[in-house]
C-alpha cells in the first residue's frame, strides 16, 4: 500500500446511472489527481487539486464532476457517461513544492485505480 | 501543448541483458522527466526521475539520461530480471511546480528466463 487508496476496485454502470468514485490518501500530501487510463491510450491527467482548489481541468468532459471537500479526499462524480469513458480512473496524490518557489519535483504516488465498465 | 512519444512500444529482452527505451518531449520548457513502472493489474510507481539541470542519474541497476538540446530522455535497465517486466511511463512536466505531467503510451517490457 502507498497510502492512496481508491473505492470502489471495479464499478460496472449504465449509461443514465449516477455513481461517485472514491480516493482518500493518508501522506499528508496537498495535492490531488484524477487520472484516466484507457487502452492503447497514454496516462491522461484530467484534474488537478492544490489545497482543495482546482487547478487543472484539462478539456474534461462535464459529465465527469470532480470534488475535494479536503486536502485528504478526491472524489469524482460520474453522471450519463459513454461508452467510450470506460477505463481504469487512477488517483494520485503529492506534496506541492508551490510555496517553496523553486523548480518542483513532484513524485506522485497512484491508488490502484477503479476499473468503471460503462455499458 | 507538450507532446511525448515513447519508442518502443513492446521490448523483449534475454534475462541478463539491457533494455532501453527512449522518450522523446516537444516542450523545450519541459523541466522535470519521471519514470514510472506498472506491472500487470498494479498502480503505476516512480522508479526513477531526473531535472533538466541535470544530463544522467543512476539508481543501482537502472539510469535515466537526457539530452535537453534533442528533447529526449531514455531510461536503461542493465541485468535485467524477470521482475523487470512490466509497462514503463516516461513523462514530462510542463509546469514549473512538476505537476501537470504528460504521459507517454508505455513501453511493455518482458524479461525472458
Known amino acids: 500500500e502507498t497510502g492512496v487508496t481508491q473505492t470502489p476496485r471495479h464499478l460496472v454502470m449504465g449509461m443514465t446511472n449516477k455513481k461517485s468514485l472514491k480516493c482518500e490518501q493518508h501522506l499528508g500530501h496537498n495535492a490531488m489527481y484524477w487520472y484516466k487510463q484507457s487502452a492503447k491510450k497514454p496516462l491522461e491527467l484530467m484534474f488537478v487539486y492544490n489545497f482543495k482548489e482546482q487547478t487543472e481541468n484539462n478539456s474534461v468532459p462535464s459529465r465527469f464532476s470532480p470534488e475535494c471537500p479536503n486536502s485528504s479526499h478526491l472524489f469524482l462524480h460520474l453522471h450519463t457517461l459513454q461508452p467510450e469513458d470506460s477505463a481504469l480512473y487512477l488517483c494520485a496524490s503529492s506534496q506541492d513544492s508551490r510555496r517553496r518557489g523553486r523548480l518542483a519535483k513532484n513524485i506522485q504516488y497512484f491508488g490502484a485505480g477503479t476499473r468503471l465498465s460503462v455499458l | 501543448g507538450e507532446n511525448v512519444e515513447q519508442h518502443p512500444s513492446t521490448l523483449s529482452v534475454q534475462e541478463g541483458d539491457s533494455a532501453v527505451i527512449k522518450c522523446t518531449y516537444s516542450d523545450s520548457a519541459s523541466n522535470y522527466f519521471p519514470w514510472y513502472k506498472q506491472e500487470l493489474g498494479k498502480r503505476p510507481q516512480l522508479i526513477i526521475d531526473i531535472r533538466s539541470n541535470v544530463g544522467e542519474k543512476k539508481d543501482q541497476r537502472i539510469a535515466v539520461t537526457l539530452n535537453k538540446t534533442a528533447k529526449h530522455f531514455s531510461l536503461h535497465i542493465t541485468e535485467t530480471q524477470p521482475e523487470d517486466s512490466a509497462v514503463y511511463f516516461c513523462?514530462?512536466?510542463?509546469?514549473?511546480?512538476?505537476?501537470?505531467?504528460?504521459f507517454g503510451p508505455g513501453t511493455r517490457l518482458s524479461v525472458l528466463p
Open positions: 513523462a514530462a512536466s510542463v509546469d514549473n511546480y512538476g505537476q501537470n505531467f504528460v
